[in-house]
């Protein structure tokens, strides 16, 4: 397909909204759920990234592990995409515009172990969950029914970052990779413990 300047966008006020909300509350809730499908997009791409170039040891429980959060995630994503609609307003599906649109960066890892895979997703899911969690303040006044979508995903990925970090943890209960604030740093974390664990 030819380059077209022409950007999607879910801007702008809807024609119509949900009854009890007006057409400015609808045109707000569809503009944070766009960054939530954003995010849900991102990291169902990137959960299948790491099932793909995960490799070592614990190849096989990763690999497996991670195709139904790919599997639910997608689901997260359809849900908040036809609430998008719902409320009046088109969800924008395109890769550029989400690259365009998002505020963080690509995941940094290729093929690496898996305890390093699942050090950086530990950072993955705490971007995620936190931007859910502001969300789900912001429509505490505006919309109960947004809100209790986003609490039901909210749910779910918070039990799926605990997968993630319960690979990470010792028996003491610490997370190997604490203090790390990016993926490369928690990498590298992850993997001194993994080694140290089998030395
Ligand atoms: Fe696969």
């Known amino acids: 397909m030819a ?20 057409t400015e509350q609808g045109a707000q809730v569809a503009r944070l759920l766009q960054d939530r499908l954003n995010a849900l997009t991102d990291l169902h791409l990137t959960l299948k990234h790491v099932h793909w170039n995960v490799v070592g040891p614990h190849f096989i429980s990763v690999h497996e592990m991670l195709d139904p959060q790919v599997d639910a995630v997608r689901e997260m994503a359809d849900a908040t995409a036809e609430r998008i609609a719902t ?20 995941y940094s890892i290729g093929r690496a172990g898996a305890i390093e895979h699942l050090g950086a997703l530990d950072l993955v899911y705490t971007g995620v969950i936190q931007d859910h969690r502001a969300a789900i303040e912001a429509t505490d006044d505006l919309d109960l029914v947004t809100q209790d979508l986003l609490i039901g995903q909210a749910g779910q990925l918070e039990q799926f970052h605990w997968f993630v970090r319960a690979h990470l943890e010792t028996s003491g209960g610490q997370l190997t990779t604490a203090g790390a604030t990016t993926e490369v740093a928690a990498k590298a974390a992850a993997g001194r413990a993994g080694a140290k664990r089998k030395a």
Request: charge should be negative; proline fraction near 10%; glycine fraction near 16%.
């Open 87 to 106: 409320l009046g307003l088109s969800p924008v599906g395109t890769p550029g515009a989400l690259v365009a649109d998002r505020g963080w960066d690509d």
């Open 3 to 22: 380059k077209e300047s022409k950007k999607l966008t879910s801007e702008g006020t809807p024609s119509y909204t949900i009854p009890g909300l007006t």
